[in-house]
Each structure stands twice: as C-alpha cells, then as structure tokens.
C-alpha cells in the first residue's frame, strides 16, 4: 500500500481512537517490523496535533518457531515500559498481547491499539462505531450470563459456566483508557471458572486453526472435562494440534480459555486464502463465527499464564447465553445485533 493510502487509514484509526492534541501518542516497533506503519501512524497523529514520537526495540535475538505468546521484548527493558505509560496511547506494532508489560501499561491508564495485520486488510476492515455498537450489544448480553451451552450439527455440545471473569469486546479502536483493542477485530469473549467447561466440541471441515492459519479438513473431537481437555482426537489436524501442544511441555495449555463469538459482517471465513501472512484477525471476526480457544487466562485476570495458545473459530454454531440464542447455525440472531 502507498504511504499516503496507509496515511489516510491510520488517520481514521487515531480520529475514532480520541487523538488529539492534547494527547501523547507512542508507536512501538521492533527490529525492521512494519517500519512504514509507523511512519504512517506517526504522520497520521500529527495531522491532529498530537505529540508522538516513535520507540523502536531490536531484533528479537531468538525465535523458537512456535507461537509463544507473552514474551516480548520490552520484559528486559524496563526504562521502555516506564515510558510508554506516560503516554495517552500505544500503538503496538510488536504485538505485546498477553506480556506483563502490557498489562502494566494499561493499568497505568494507557489505551493501546495493536496494528500488525497486513495493510490491505486493515483497510478494507476498517473500524466503525456502527460495529462498536453491535459488538457492546453483544458484549452486554455476555457479562450478565451465567452459562453458555455451544452446539453444532457435527456434535459440539459443551457447556461454560461464565460469569466469574470479566467479558471483552474488540471492535477495532480505542477511545478509553487503559483498554486494549486490536485493529481489526469485532468479536466478544469472556472465558469460564477455572473448573467450569465440560462437554465435546467437534471441530468440522472448513473450521479454522489459528495460529497454524489453516482450514480444518477432517473433524477433530475435544473431551473437555471440569474446564481441561483431557482427549484429542481426529485425522491429520488432531495430530498436528496433539503434536504443536506438545511442543510447549506444558500441561496447562491444555487448559480452557476465551470463548465468543464474531460479529463483522465484511470479515470473510475464506480469509486466509487472501491473507495467510497475517495473524488471522479476520478469521476471529467473521460474522456468526463461534470461536473457542485453549491455554491462557491470564488475559482475563486468571491463573493460566501458559504461552501454548490456539483459538479456533467454527462456522455453522449455535450459542445460547442462559438459553438463548446469540447465533443460531453460524447466524446472529439477536435482532439489534445483526447487520444492517
Ligand atoms: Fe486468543
């Protein structure tokens, strides 16, 4: 994309975001990572007469491969994290989701924005408050639950007890401080008591593997017992999940995280097919999806700090909050949570 087409979209991000000038905006980049989103963000908020400046980290030295998430960077600069508290907001280029400096940044009152998605997918799903609207809708519906009962025409039925944690919305922006968003996203979640999920989830062709950024193609069949999976089978896709949480030796991802459901009705379930280089935003956002994940909690003010993290959306759900329906066969069906 273009530098000014970049411009342009990181001015509509930082305007629906509440920059101003009287505000302090810092972008975090790491090694040669998106250089020119930085550039264009950086731009972008002086357009509206904020104060920014840039905080470039090295190279990570290391990589294992796998998608461990929660160790960045920052955890050996502490003179870095001091300084991105003073700021209003953050923006993430790094992708920090999950880090303990992430969640020291926030509770120091700072909003943060994480952009690492490819540019023409920011783009083309660009934040709106008509979304926001709907994904607050849905996210009310989810904090006064007290069980979520998902089924599925290929077998899933499985239970949450909810309530216990709070509930998070995504919807691409961040005007409040100290909250946290993801450009773009539009999906609500919350996750179970510790001991509170049980039941099967059958996952079917065409459900969506993240982080492998891959289709389901043979169904794979979770036992979830007192909120941990205690059996994973299938074809292929079992294997390599079985094989991928492994790799972490690490029990606890074995563990129960968010659950929720996605509400972007431009977000495509064929995805990837376009942007595979991608962290699979759009696929956690598509309309109807039901998406459920394994592994940390930590997110949500739990115990289970495990870096093994996969989330899986499903097509064809139905999920009911105390009986009701929010998407009945990969449908909303909440009348002022649908579309226009
Ligand atoms: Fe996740």
Known sequence: MDFNSLMEICLHQLTLSGVNDSQKVIVLSQGAERLDYADAFLA????????????????????????AVGATGLAANADA?????QADMVVDLIFLLFSPEQ????????????????????ARLLPTTELRERVEIGAHYLAKAKTMHITSR????????????PTISEYGYTDTPG?????????????????????TIV???????????TYVREPVVYTIENGWVTDIRGGLEAELIKSYM??????????????????????QWHGLTQFGGGMGMELRSFYGNVMFSTGPNNEL?????????LDIPMRGCSLFLDGEPMVLDGDIAVKEMKAA
């Open 179 to 199: 909250r946290w968003d993801h450009w773009p996203a539009a999906f609500v979640f919350t996750g179970a008591a510790d001991d509170g999920v049980d039941g």
């Open 81 to 85: 994290v001091e300084a991105l508290k």
């Open 246 to 267: 492994g790799e972490f030796k690490d029990p606890r991802g074995m563990g129960m995280s968010h659950v929720g459901w996605g509400l972007d009705h431009r977000a």
């Open 44 to 67: 972008a908020g002086q357009r509206l007469g904020a104060r920014m400046y840039h905080l470039r980290l090295p190279a990570p030295v290391q990589g294992s491969g796998a998608w």
């Open 154 to 165: 290929h077998g899933t039925d499985v239970t949450y007890k909810i309530g216990s944690y």
């Open 301 to 309: 003010g739990g115990p289970n700090d495990t870096a093994c993290h």
């Open 203 to 213: 996952l079917a062709p065409g459900d969506v593997l993240l982080p492998f950024n």
């Open 103 to 122: 969640m020291a940044i926030q509770a120091a009152g700072v909003r943060i924005l994480t952009a690492v998605e490819p540019a023409p997918l920011l």
